[in-house]
């Protein structure tokens, strides 16, 4: 998705203005008298088309919230014990229902929060490096960022023995130590979004290799410990870790929005964006800190959900059409795909696996898809 293809998706919608403002403008009849073509009358299709693409995304965005809603209460009220969905929501409100405060308040609550959470900064920090990069493979899991969280946090377990806040710490280092690495590496006076994936796949194979002779070389219990935050799990998130996280996807996920109309000029190339009074690099760079400071802290409460932050963003972008930003809709997605990958890892297996596991069997077939396709259209 270049910009000369940018180009001519601007020039259908203008056409297809020009055409049902011209079809409104002709007379009665096949041979009736016919006015010329006014400005004015494309640029009320124009205007009636961005009203149509904004309904649509806002239909979208409230099914998609509903569903979170849905699946949200489905992971409370589903268990080894299922309860009535009236005493969930009356344990919700304040009241005292019994054999609830810790099976809900202590257990499954945490979890289906930073669930969500999670899910929410996953999606949101793909969808701004692939619409900012304008390549769909420009995922965090793609290009490094996720395996410098990885391999600093078993750096963390195995060498220095640390967990809890430390081990969160390290995590968010390592990734944004990671990203930092990737763009000096890809730099060229501009971000080229082929060299950036190219350099971030590198850097993440040697990572990789580093963390897996770690693990080699580790003993038992720091072997089973690093093995189980590398997974991706949400078996042993607690209240303490959703304040920082929660106060970061606000925060991060904001910043994302406002700079999402920046961001969506930038798929039109660096010199029609500087020429519309956007500053490109500065903007690149913020979308980058932003993003990765997202997934990084995120990545430390419930470790590599994989593949959320790959998938969220082109199912967003079917959902509310091609070419538009879908960055709020992705970290619904996001959302909900880990709170139903949650679901299946508890319910479906005879024994409950980690969330991760889930999320890797649904993203590799699909990125191998998603891979042949590009190879058709000759996109990568």
Same mark, same amino acid.
């Given at each position: 998705?270049?910009?000369?293809?940018?180009?001519?998706?601007?020039?259908?919608?203008?056409?297809?203005?020009?055409?049902?403002?011209?079809? *409104?403008?002709?007379?009665?009849?096949?041979?009736?008298?016919?006015?010329?073509?006014?400005?004015?009358?494309?640029?009320?299709?124009?205007?009636?088309?961005?009203?149509?693409?904004?309904?649509?995304?806002?239909?979208?965005?409230?099914?998609?919230?509903? !569903? !979170?809603?849905?699946?949200?209460?489905?992971?409370?009220?589903?268990?080894?014990?299922?309860?009535?969905?009236?005493?969930?929501?009356?344990?919700?409100?304040?009241?005292?229902?019994?054999?609830?405060?810790?099976?809900?308040?202590?257990?499954?609550?945490?979890?289906?929060?930073?669930?969500?959470?999670?899910?929410?900064?996953?999606?949101?920090?793909?969808?701004?490096?692939?619409?900012?990069?304008?390549?769909?493979?420009?995922?965090?899991?793609?290009?490094?960022?996720?395996?410098?969280?990885?391999?600093?946090?078993?750096?963390?377990?195995?060498?220095?023995?640390?967990?809890?806040?430390?081990?969160?710490?390290?995590?968010?280092?390592?990734?944004?130590?990671?990203?930092?690495?990737?763009?000096?590496?890809?730099?060229?006076?501009?971000?080229?979004?082929?060299?950036?994936? %190219?350099?971030?796949?590198?850097?993440?194979?040697?990572?990789?290799?580093?963390?897996?002779?770690?693990?080699?070389?580790?003993?038992?219990?720091?072997?089973?410990?690093?093995?189980?935050?590398?997974?991706?799990? !949400?078996?042993?998130?607690?209240?303490?870790?959703?304040?920082?996280?929660?106060?970061?996807?606000?925060?991060?996920?904001?910043?994302?929005?406002? %700079?999402?109309?920046?961001?969506?000029?930038?798929?039109? *190339?660096?010199?029609?964006?500087?020429?519309?009074?956007?500053?490109?690099?500065?903007?690149?760079?913020?979308?980058?800190?932003?993003?990765?400071?997202?997934?990084?802290?995120?990545?430390?409460?419930?470790?590599?959900?994989?593949?959320?932050?790959?998938? =969220?963003?082109?199912?967003?972008?079917?959902?509310?059409?091609?070419?538009?930003?879908?960055? =709020?809709?992705?970290?619904?997605?996001?959302?909900?795909?880990?709170?139903?990958?949650?679901?299946?890892?508890?319910?479906?297996?005879?024994?409950?696996?980690?969330?991760?596991?889930?999320?890797?069997?649904?993203?590799?077939?699909?990125?191998?898809?998603?891979?042949?396709?590009?190879?058709?259209?000759?996109?990568?």
């Amino acid at each position: 998705m270049d910009a000369k293809q940018d180009h001519m998706h601007v020039s259908d919608m203008v056409s297809e203005a020009s055409d049902s403002a011209g079809s *409104g403008a002709s007379g009665t009849g096949a041979t009736g008298p016919q006015r010329p073509l006014q400005e004015s009358d494309i640029a009320l299709r124009l205007r009636q088309l961005r009203r149509k693409a904004s309904l649509r995304s806002l239909a979208i965005s409230i099914a998609l919230a509903a !569903l !979170l809603f849905v699946l949200f209460f489905a992971d409370l009220i589903f268990g080894h014990q299922i309860y009535a969905v009236s005493d969930v929501l009356a344990f919700i409100a304040g009241r005292d229902v019994p054999s609830m405060s810790f099976v809900i308040g202590e257990l499954r609550m945490p979890r289906v929060i930073v669930g969500a959470l999670c899910g929410i900064a996953f999606g949101m920090a793909g969808a701004s490096f692939q619409h900012m990069l304008r390549n769909v493979m420009a995922s965090p899991d793609i290009i490094g960022i996720t395996a410098g969280a990885n391999t600093t946090a078993v750096f963390g377990i195995i060498v220095l023995g640390v967990s809890g806040v430390r081990l969160s710490l390290l995590a968010v280092a390592g990734g944004l130590a990671t990203a930092a690495l990737v763009a000096w590496l890809a730099w060229d006076g501009v971000f080229a979004p082929n060299r950036l994936i %190219l350099m971030g796949i590198g850097v993440a194979a040697a990572l990789n290799a580093v963390s897996s002779w770690m693990l080699i070389r580790g003993d038992q219990w720091d072997i089973q410990a690093a093995s189980r935050w590398l997974t991706g799990s !949400l078996a042993s998130v607690q209240w303490p870790g959703i304040p920082p996280l929660l106060a970061t996807v606000l925060a991060c996920g904001t910043a994302l929005l406002l %700079l999402n109309r920046r961001v969506d000029v930038l798929r039109f *190339g660096s010199d029609v964006a500087t020429g519309l009074g956007v500053r490109v690099n500065p903007t690149q760079g913020v979308v980058i800190i932003v993003a990765v400071l997202l997934l990084s802290v995120a990545t430390a409460i419930s470790g590599p959900i994989s593949f959320i932050s790959f998938l =969220a963003g082109p199912i967003a972008a079917q959902c509310v059409g091609p070419r538009k930003p879908a960055i =709020a809709q992705a970290g619904l997605v996001g959302a909900c795909v880990v709170l139903a990958s949650d679901i299946v890892a508890q319910h479906l297996p005879p024994t409950q696996l980690p969330v991760g596991v889930i999320t890797s069997v649904i993203g590799g077939p699909v990125l191998v898809i998603l891979m042949i396709r590009m190879t058709r259209r000759q996109e990568f």
